[in-house]
């Protein structure tokens, strides 16, 4: 297992909804660490970049304006295995398959509304960090990383 970075997001519901705290406390007590947090209003340029990739879907317009409509949390979290263990804590798109105890099962109902994102593979995440943080991140190692990891 590698260590990685992920971007993840609270999206402008899980922010409205006063979840942060609650998100990145499930990230802190794995033991994953915080290394870029910022609160920011999306403008479309930037969210259409973000999700270029579903472009030709039919959902598009709706989700760059869900994304637009406002302030995002916008995270990095390092750690061991973050971007596959990230997207199993956020859990499945669609609230309705996702488990309780995910983040999205615990907190959400529709597709549309599930309040947060995650990078899907370490090249995604690389692409989002330097998107989303392009004045960098912040370069610190926790004093208990030795009681995290072996
Ligand atoms: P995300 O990128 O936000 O972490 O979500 P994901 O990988 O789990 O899912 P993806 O297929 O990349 O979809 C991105 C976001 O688009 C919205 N969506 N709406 N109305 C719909 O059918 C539909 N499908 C997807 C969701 O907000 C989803 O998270």
Redesign the pocket.
């Known amino acids: 297992m590698a260590t990685e970075q992920s971007y993840i997001m609270i999206k402008p519901d899980g922010v409205q909804r006063g979840l942060v705290g609650e998100i990145i406390k499930r990230f802190e007590q794995r033991g994953y660490t915080l290394k870029g947090l910022k609160l920011i209003n999306v403008d479309r340029a930037l969210a259409e970049k973000h999700?270029e990739d579903?472009s030709a879907r039919p959902?598009f317009g709706a989700?760059v304006e869900y994304i637009c409509s406002g302030p995002v949390c916008a995270m990095v979290w390092e750690g061991k295995n973050i971007v596959a263990a990230g997207r199993t804590m956020i859990g499945a798109?669609n609230p309705q398959a996702s488990a309780p105890g995910t983040i999205r099962g615990d907190y959400s109902i529709e597709?549309?509304r599930?309040i947060i994102?995650?990078s899907?593979s370490v090249e995604s995440a690389t692409r989002e960090i330097g998107l989303w943080f392009p004045e960098g991140i912040t370069s610190w190692t926790p004093v208990a990383k030795p009681w995290i990891y072996e």
């Open positions: 999700y579903l959902f989700l798109t597709v549309g599930n994102h995650g899907d």
